[in-house]
């Protein structure tokens, strides 16, 4: 086997600032702050930008699909980049996790959806709950009459989606569409308010089959997540470094920058050796699902078990350094922990990926 590419390519870093850019331009953090106090949570204009304008909803759908043919390693640098944002868009469920489970199924059902999520107009959700990681049980509803029904809690971006993917009792993976009668979303309290949860409940809900054998697809749709789940982490936490030795080289105290008290130095320097290897790892991560790796499994558990308690520790730094500022709703410094504290438990905790990667290794328990 050649020995992964832990490097961007000049095509990943074009499109890193493409990303940057419409970000920019798109996703400030002021608008991010007031469409959490909305009742609609995610931007309908930055998902058609990133969608529509830059065709990133397909990068994992083939080209005869209408996709971009892409690989993991390029959505590993979009997810870095929203991440950086703490952007308000289902990319993370729809085109990736909801995508992987389609790119799993092979019918004729499967392959119509996944045109429908490339052109980034349909939205797509896997009501598995967000805290499974690949391999952890989940739970399934009934399936009667070529109807569903049951009730499903901690559904990440259900609230936006179009179409559902159910697991149901009887083995299959089923498609339902958001809006048909015996659907009902409600959204739940959420920690993170730029990726809301919701209670998905099917009370007699008209379903389509999409494989009869859901196993194999939710897992390569769960494994995927959190594998670049990690890229999303690495760009919130690089931004939490990057914008905390920004604030600490303005701010003065004694008459000299703040930055330069050697303790608070220390502290950041150990922060960006963190993020370092949490660059290593994602990467590492997005390479070995890119190719195919046999060795996918324990760079996917690797890196998610490094990754979580780094972004956590990166944005509670970045509030404690900030001072009063960093505690006020007005500053973003918020959002960012929040989304750490909740991709913390996202797709399986670092606990969780660490048992997974001690059985994967054959390292018994003591």
């Known amino acids: 086997m050649s020995a992964p590419d832990l490097l961007y390519s000049e095509e990943e870093e074009a499109l890193r600032a493409a990303v940057r ?12 702050i007031a469409r959490t106090e909305s009742d609609r949570p995610h931007d309908p204009e930055l998902w058609k930008a990133l969608s529509d304008g830059m065709g990133l909803a397909g990068l994992l759908v083939p080209e005869a699909q209408g996709g971009q043919g892409a690989t993991h390693r390029e959505v590993a640098v979009v997810l870095e980049e929203l991440g950086r944002a703490v952007a308000p868009v289902p990319y993370l469920t729809s085109a990736v996790v909801a995508t992987e489970a389609l790119l799993a199924c092979g019918s004729d059902e499967a392959a119509e959806l996944l045109t429908a999520l490339a052109s980034g107009r349909t939205i797509g959700a896997l009501t598995v709950a967000l805290s499974a990681g690949p391999g952890a049980p989940y739970k399934s509803v009934r399936h009667e009459g070529g109807a569903l029904s049951g009730e499903l809690t901690g559904i990440a971006d259900a609230v936006a989606a179009d179409v559902l993917l159910v697991p149901a009792e009887d083995g299959g993976l089923y498609a339902v569409d958001a809006g048909a009668d015996g659907v009902t979303v409600a959204p739940q309290v959420s920690l993170d308010l730029t990726r809301p949860v919701a209670t998905v409940t099917l009370d007699g809900a008209p ?12 897992r390569r749709a769960l494994r995927a997540g959190a594998g670049l789940l990690v890229s999303e982490q690495l760009g919130l936490a690089d931004w939490c470094l990057t914008e905390t030795v920004r604030y600490l080289k303005e701010r003065k105290q004694f008459n000299r920058p703040v930055g330069g008290f050697q303790a608070l130095k220390h502290r950041l320097a150990a922060l960006w050796q963190e993020i370092v290897g ?35 520790h990166a944005a509670e730094e970045a509030v404690q350094l900030h001072g009063g500022i960093g505690m006020t709703w007005e500053h973003p410094a918020h959002l960012y922990l929040k989304r750490a504290k909740a991709d913390s438990i996202a797709y399986g905790t670092a606990g969780a990926h660490r048992g997974t990667l001690a059985g994967l290794v054959d390292l018994q328990a003591p």
């Open 21 to 32: 850019d419409l970000l920019a331009d798109h996703c400030d953090a002021p608008g991010v």
């Open 207 to 218: 379903a389509r089959l999409l494989t009869p054998d859901a196993g194999p697809a939710v």
């Open 278 to 312: 949490t660059r290593a790892a994602a990467r590492n991560a997005a390479d070995a699902l890119a190719a195919g790796s046999p060795d996918a499994d324990v760079a996917v558990a690797v890196a998610q078990a490094y990754a979580s308690p780094v972004a956590v």
